[in-house]
C-alpha cells in the first residue's frame, strides 16, 4: 500500500485557492446536458467524480467539449440522450449515480449503472421507490435496495405526488427534483420523514433556477416542480470552490495558528458547508469572511473549546471537526451524523477507529460520536483512509500537533483533490 508520512507541524498559515465544488459540478454537467442550448462551464473540478459524469455523458451521446484546463462547452440534449443503449460504469460517485438513475429511468432507454464494490453496498432503493411510482422499470442486478441497476424503457406517469425519503440521503431527493422538469408535466414530491443535509438541496433548487426551471417548495416537506417548464442553457456557469474541501485549511489555521484563508467561496456562497466556518468560530476560532473568501486564526487563548453540535446540515465538513476535537479542552460530541454511515466508507466506525490510534477516547453511537482528546497525541500512527478521500484530508491535521503521522493510501484524495497534499505543504510547515 502506497503511504505518505507527514513530519511534525508546528504552524498554518498562508492562502489557499479551492478546486470547484464536486456538488456544483456534476449538477451543472447533468443540468448542462439535459437544457436546450449550448452551457459554458468554468472552473469545473478535476476529480475522479467529475471525470465519471463526463465520461457517462459523452458516452450517452452528449457533445462535451474541453475549451480549457478546467472550462468545458457542453451542448444540450433537451429531447432525451441521444444513446439509448448504454452500460455505464460510475466508480463511487454517487453525485453522478444518484442523478442520472433518475434521468436514465425517464428517459425512455436500456440503460445499466454500475461501480465500484463500495458503491454496490451504498443504499438507493429509496430512490427507486420513488422512480416506481412514475413507473419506471428498475431492476436490482445483485442485492434488493443496491446497485448495479438495470433501467428498461417504461412507460412513464408523471405528475401527482412522488414520495421519497429524506432520512438517508438528500441525493435521492435532488435526483427526482433534477430529472422530472424532462417530463413537462407539473409533480409533486413529498419527503418522508427528516429531510437531512438540507443546504444540499438548496444547491440543487437554486442551480435549476438558473437552468430556467424554479422549484416551489413548502418548508423542506414539499416540493412542486412546474409543467411545461424545460431547461435553458444560462450561457455561461461558474463554478464555486468547494466549500468542504475548505474545511481542512480553515481548521489547520484554528488549530496551527493561523491566518489561513481560502478563496473561492465566502458571503455569497451557494453551499451550505460554509456553515463550517460558523461552527469554528462558536469552538474559539477567530474568522473572517468577504465576498468570496473566508480566514481562520487559532483563538486568542491558544486553546480551541470543546463543543457538543448537531450536525445534519453539513455531515460532510463535521467530519473535519472530529479530528478538530483533538485539539479542544475537553470531550467534544457530534450528533446526527447518521448519513455518515452509508458514504465511501462506514465513516463513524472508521472516524472512531482512527481517532483511537493517535490516543483518543472515542464513544461510538448509531448516529453520534464523544471524542475525549488525550494529554499528547500518540506519534507515528499509521491512519487507514478506507478509499476514503475525506479520511485522508481529515487526518492530515493531526501533524498539526507536533507529531509525524501516516497517511495510507494519500491518493483516494483524487475523489474531489488530487493535489490536496500538496496544496496542505504550502500553507504549513
Known amino acids: 500500500m502506497e503511504f505518505l508520512d507527514l513530519l511534525p507541524l508546528q504552524t498554518a498559515r498562508g492562502s489557499v485557492r479551492l478546486p470547484g465544488s464536486k456538488s456544483i459540478s456534476n449538477r451543472t454537467l447533468l443540468l448542462a446536458a439535459l437544457a436546450e442550448g449550448t452551457t459554458d462551464i468554468r472552473d469545473l473540478l478535476a476529480s475522479d467524480d467529475t471525470d465519471r459524469m463526463l465520461e457517462a455523458l459523452k458516452q450517452l451521446g452528449v457533445v462535451i467539449e474541453k475549451t480549457a484546463e478546467r472550462d468545458y462547452r457542453v451542448t444540450g440534449a433537451p429531447r432525451g440522450f441521444p444513446n439509448k443503449d448504454a452500460d455505464l460504469f460510475l466508480g463511487n460517485a454517487g453525485t453522478a449515480f444518484r442523478p442520472l438513475t433518475a434521468a436514465l429511468a425517464l428517459a425512455g432507454g436500456h440503460y445499466k449503472l454500475s461501480g465500484v464494490p463500495r458503491m454496490h453496498e451504498r443504499p438507493i432503493g429509496d430512490l427507486v421507490d420513488g422512480l416506481r411510482q412514475l413507473g419506471a422499470d428498475i431492476t436490482y442486478l445483485s442485492n434488493e435496495g443496491f446497485p448495479p441497476l438495470d433501467i428498461k424503457p417504461a412507460q412513464i406517469r408523471a405528475g401527482g405526488v412522488v414520495r421519497v425519503k429524506g432520512n438517508v440521503s438528500s441525493q435521492f431527493l435532488t435526483a427526482l427534483l433534477m430529472a422530472l422538469p424532462t417530463t413537462g408535466v407539473e409533480t409533486t414530491v413529498e419527503v418522508i420523514g427528516e429531510l437531512i443535509s438540507k443546504p444540499y438541496i438548496e444547491i440543487t433548487l437554486r442551480l435549476m433556477a438558473q437552468f430556467g426551471v424554479t422549484v416551489v417548495h413548502e418548508g423542506w416537506r414539499r416540493f412542486i416542480i ?204
Not at 484530508?393 to 483516494?412: E, Q
Open 226 to 429: 412546474p409543467g411545461g417548464k424545460r431547461y435553458v442553457s444560462p450561457g455561461t456557469v461558474f463554478v464555486e470552490g468547494d466549500a468542504s474541501s475548505a474545511s481542512y485549511f480553515l481548521a489547520a489555521g484554528a488549530i496551527g495558528g493561523g491566518p489561513v484563508r481560502v478563496e473561492g467561496v465566502g458571503l455569497n456562497s451557494i453551499q451550505g458547508d460554509v456553515a463550517f466556518a460558523h461552527s469554528l468560530e462558536t469552538i474559539g476560532a477567530q474568522v473572517a469572511m468577504g465576498e468570496n473568501w473566508i480566514e481562520a486564526k487559532a483563538p486568542e487563548s491558544g486553546k480551541l473549546r470543546a463543543f457538543d453540535m448537531d450536525f445534519n446540515h453539513i455531515p460532510d465538513a463535521a467530519m473535519t471537526l472530529a479530528v478538530a476535537a483533538l485539539f479542544c479542552d475537553g470531550p467534544s460530541r457530534l450528533t446526527n451524523i447518521g448519513s455518515w454511515r452509508v458514504k465511501e466508507t462506514d465513516r463513524i466506525t472508521a472516524m472512531a477507529t482512527e481517532l483511537r490510534k493517535v490516543g483518543a477516547s472515542v464513544e461510538e453511537g448509531e448516529d453520534w460520536l464523544r471524542i475525549t482528546p488525550p494529554a499528547q497525541l500518540t506519534p507515528n500512527a499509521a491512519i487507514d483512509t478506507y478509499d476514503d478521500h475525506r479520511m485522508a484530508m481529515c487526518f492530515s491535521l493531526i501533524a498539526l500537533g507536533g507529531v509525524p503521522v501516516r497517511i495510507n493510501d494519500p491518493k483516494c484524495t483524487a475523489k474531489t483533490f488530487p493535489e490536496y497534499f500538496d496544496v496542505f505543504a504550502s500553507v504549513t510547515k
